[in-house]
Structures are given as C-alpha cells and as structure tokens.
C-alpha cells in the first residue's frame, strides 16, 4: 500500500473509471498537468508530475511520481515533492527537471512564492518564482537543499527577465558543466523567451548566462517549460509559449507546445534556430519534457490536456493525463514523433490483420472496436479519394477522422460524446502521398493519431459513453482501399483506480490546505 493512503485520507478518489486510461499515466487520485523530472536513475524510468492530490482541480503543486522499468508497465509511487517551505507558499512546487550526480537524484524545480499584500504593490505582481534543488538517495523519498533557492530573483534583476515569471529549470549536463534552460518573459511581459544559466557544481551555485532565444512578436508573451535536447545531430530547444496570438494565425489556443531547432553555442549561451514547429497539431497537448533513454533516444511526455478546456472526468475525482511517449527525431531540418517501441509489449492479446481490403460502403471489421486499443493502417491514397473513419461510435456518439485526396486531414469530436467548451474540429493540410499511414492510440478518454510516420501528431481528450465502442470505416467517394490493418487490444499499463463511491469534499482537506481550491 503506498505511504501516501494512510497518510491523509482525504485525497481525492476516482468514483468512476469511464474516462479513466488503462496505459496512459494519469495520476492515482486528484489532478495532474505538466511532466516533471522525466529520466532513468538507477535501472529505472522516473516519471514526475505536477499533481494536486485533494481535488480533481489545479492547487498548490506536489510532485506526483510513477516509476517503470519498461516505459509501458507504470507503478505508482508515494509523492515526491509537498510544497512545505516559505518559498513555495503560493503555487507551490512548480515544474522541473531531474538530473543524477554522484549516485543521488537532483530534482531542479520552480518555488513559486506568494507575495505579500505589500511586496505585491510593490512590485505590481502578486507572485515571484525561484529555482530550488531537492535530492534523493533512493529514487523515492526526497530532501530539500538547505541552499534552496538556489536561483533568485537578485541573479536576473538587471538582466530583462521578469522576477514573476522564471520557471520550469530543465537542467543537463554539457563537458563537465550543468546547464538550465528556463521559461520567461520580458518585464514588459510583451516576449516569451528562454533563459540559461550555468553551474560548475549543480548544488551550490548558479550564473546567469544569456537570454539565449525569444519571441520576434508572433511567439506570444510567455514562454513555458523549456526543454534542450540533441536529436539527429541537432539542437532541439522544446518549448511551450502562451499568450500566443489566436485570430487567424496558425495558432487556435493561446498556448501551444513545439520545437526550434537550430544550434546552441556553449560560449555565448545564444541559440540560432529556425521557424516554429508544432509538436502536436491537436487540441490537447501541452507542456512536454523530454528525456534520454540508455540507448540514446529522445523520448517526450505530453500532457494530454490544455488549460481552461472542459476535462469532464473532474466528475468522476480525477483530472488529467499524459500522453503515450513519443521518440523525437529531427529529418530535413523537420521534427517528427512515433510511439515508442516498448509500448508493443501491452499488446497483450492476439492482433487481428486485415490485408487488401477494398470497401464501397460504411464498414466494420470483426473485432476491431473497444476503448483501449492501438490501430495501425496503410491506406492506398490514390484509390481512396475521400473517406472517414469513426472512432467511439455508436448510434448516438463518433469521432471522427476525415482524410481526401488533396491532403487535407480533419479530425472532428463534434459528436464524441459530451461538449467540449472548447474548438471540436482541426484540420491539417498533408503533404498528398500514395500511401497514408495512420497509426492510432485509443484509451478511454484519449485520442493520439499518428500521421505518416509522425510527420504530424494529433491528440484530444473525448468524453464517449462507454458503449460507444465501434470503429467504422466510410468510403466518401467510391472505395476505401486499405494495404493493411492492424488492431491490438492493449493492456492495463498503470494500476487500476481505486473506485471510491463519494467525492471528498472541500471540507474533508486538511486544514492547512482549507480555502486551497
Ligand atoms: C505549465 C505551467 C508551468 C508551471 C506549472 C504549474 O503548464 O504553467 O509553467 O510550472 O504549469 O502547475
């Protein structure tokens, strides 16, 4: 049993397991945004999260954590990080990075500290964020440095950042010096940008190094949850800005989640780097971080939600979940993400195969439908000049993916199931090859559509009813010609839910937490 059930009984339960996924991470009770300190320590995969565990709703921030030894089978683990010091009374432990020196787990976050009534008019804000180190011996139980914070507020005041806004360390290692990417603003708050600092030591000192990229003017005001990675030979700077501009522009939410790739230079802390690109053109993808597996893969982890849209299963004691982990490469100065490899092994169930199949009318296969389940096809392009495929359908409820000749590629949760306050369609104009291939993750209350070999991802939470289990194959115009289908039932990746049958109440926090939410 974990430490943390007995510890407080009020954590919020799930009471339903509708929208619940079997293979996604998603956090035992409560609520989850960003990934955290993704990394292998010591023969494992470490899996952080930003998780408030008293409400399905965002609160002062602990660090959830799950462990894996094979990055489909996750196990969940007592919460890492409380916010219990003074520097993190406002929103608490804020995200991070995690980083192994001398055998011990360094998890680098964000102290997210709340100003008082006087520093806030003071200053003109009501919160100031600093960078804090917690370690660990075990990989489980974590001690806050006495150094904490170990980035302030002094260290940029005179170097264009914003004090209020400096978060999201994601700290590496580069010939024997650490580094740390963080998300900022200018005070104006008018440009997202990413700072550097560097350390010769990781625990007791950090400098300044340079703003090393920013917004020109169309990359929004802010920018979160900065990433750096190697991939293919080439700089990855992954990142999530906000305040982004929505009317018109290539982007729909005023958040979005992408890369820049170009190169770093080490002397000047500057980072050269071409256009912005989506990491996921879907609807719910947000804040990933990314990590080095042994054999040298850049793998991510999404959040697979947005802020400020309807996440119904808050219902049912629980919000949130990630996305499956995705391998990065970089090809032609372009970014793409495929599953990774591992995820096979939950195919636990013998897989149907369909080969060279031409259909003229609205069709389903055998045993190809469900909630949890993985879909790999190759489709003959040029002979299907428009067709749909219906996801969690039933009489009343589908999803729907539209693909015609000309490229363009819709996905629609109009119908899904129930109303999401926010946009229901996207579509996405593809380079017209001869072969599409689709392959599709499906998971309760999660949609992953992987597009010819990852050029494009898309991704959206949907609310179905549990019966809507049908997938349903449409030809729009003449025939649907399918090379190939593969359909894998896929196994419980994480521990099923505890099903409890009443939600606490704010009533039931822990006084200290009363008012919280
Ligand atoms: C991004 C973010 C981070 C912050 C965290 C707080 O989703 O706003 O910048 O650290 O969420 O939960």
Redesign the pocket.
């Known amino acids: 049993m974990p430490e943390q059930i007995s510890e407080i009984k009020a954590f919020s339960q799930v009471t339903d397991a509708r929208w619940y996924p079997r293979y996604h991470l998603a956090p035992p009770f409560g609520w989850c945004?960003?990934p955290n300190g993704m990394c292998f320590y010591k023969g494992q995969y470490h899996f952080f999260y930003?998780h408030y565990p008293y409400a399905p709703a965002?609160g002062p921030?602990h660090w959830g954590h799950a462990v894996s030894d094979d990055l489909a089978y996750w196990k969940h683990l007592p919460i890492a990080l409380k916010p219990d010091q003074p520097y993190e009374t406002g929103?608490?432990c804020?995200?991070?990075s995690a980083i192994e020196k001398d055998g011990k787990l360094y998890l680098m976050?964000?102290g997210?500290l709340q100003a008082t009534p006087e520093e806030a008019e003071a200053v003109g804000f009501p919160h100031i964020e600093f960078q804090c180190l917690a370690h660990s011996e075990d990989g489980v139980h974590f001690e806050k440095s006495e150094k904490n914070p170990v980035i302030e507020d002094a260290d940029v005041m005179d170097k264009d950042v914003s004090i209020h806004?400096i978060?999201?360390p994601k700290v590496w290692v580069h010939n024997g010096k650490y580094y740390a990417v963080l998300?900022s603003r200018t005070p104006d708050m008018a440009h997202g940008q990413i700072i550097l600092f560097e350390s010769k030591d990781l625990v007791k000192s950090w400098r300044f190094k340079a703003i090393s990229a920013r917004s020109d003017g169309t990359l929004g005001g802010?920018w979160?949850?900065p990433n750096f990675a190697e991939i293919d030979g080439q700089d990855v700077l992954i990142f999530?800005p906000?305040d982004l501009p929505t009317d018109g522009g290539i982007f729909c939410h005023d958040?979005a989640a992408g890369v820049l790739i170009g190169k770093l230079n080490y002397r000047s802390g500057l980072f050269t780097h071409g256009d912005f690109q989506f990491l996921d053109r879907g609807f719910d993808f947000?804040?990933p971080q990314v990590m080095e597996t042994p054999d040298g893969r850049s793998v991510i982890i999404g959040?697979l939600d947005m802020?400020n849209v309807d996440m119904h299963e808050t219902k049912d004691g629980w919000a949130g979940q990630m996305t499956i982990p995705r391998e990065l490469h970089v090809k032609d100065g372009k970014i793409f993400s495929t599953p990774v490899k591992e995820l096979e092994k939950l195919r636990k169930w013998k897989p149907i195969i369909l080969e060279n199949v031409v259909i003229d009318e609205a069709t389903t296969f055998d045993g190809v439908a469900g909630e949890a389940y993985e879909l790999v096809l190759t489709i003959d392009a040029a002979k299907s000049k428009k067709f749909s495929i219906a996801l969690r359908a039933s009489e009343l409820e589908q999803t729907v993916l539209t693909y015609n000749s000309n490229g363009t590629f819709k996905f629609d949760r109009t119908k899904s199931g129930e109303p999401i306050n926010f946009q229901s369609e996207r579509e996405i104009q593809l380079e017209p090859q001869d072969k599409l291939k689709l392959h599709i993750f499906i998971d309760r209350s999660s949609v992953e559509v992987f597009i010819n070999d990852g050029a494009e991802v898309i991704s959206a939470r949907i609310y179905p009813k549990r019966t809507s289990q049908k997938v349903i194959f449409v030809p729009e115009d003449e025939t649907l010609s399918i090379d190939s289908l593969e359909y894998y039932k896929l196994d419980f990746g994480l521990p099923h839910p505890h099903i409890k049958d009443t939600i606490p109440t704010k009533d039931d926090l822990p006084p200290i937490l009363q008012g919280a939410i």
Request: charged letters at 20%; aromatic letters at 22%; hydrophobic letters at 30%.
């Open positions: 945004n960003d930003q965002w921030m929103g608490g804020f995200s991070g976050y964000t997210h806004d978060r999201d998300g802010m979160e949850c999530s906000m958040k947000y804040a959040w802020w």
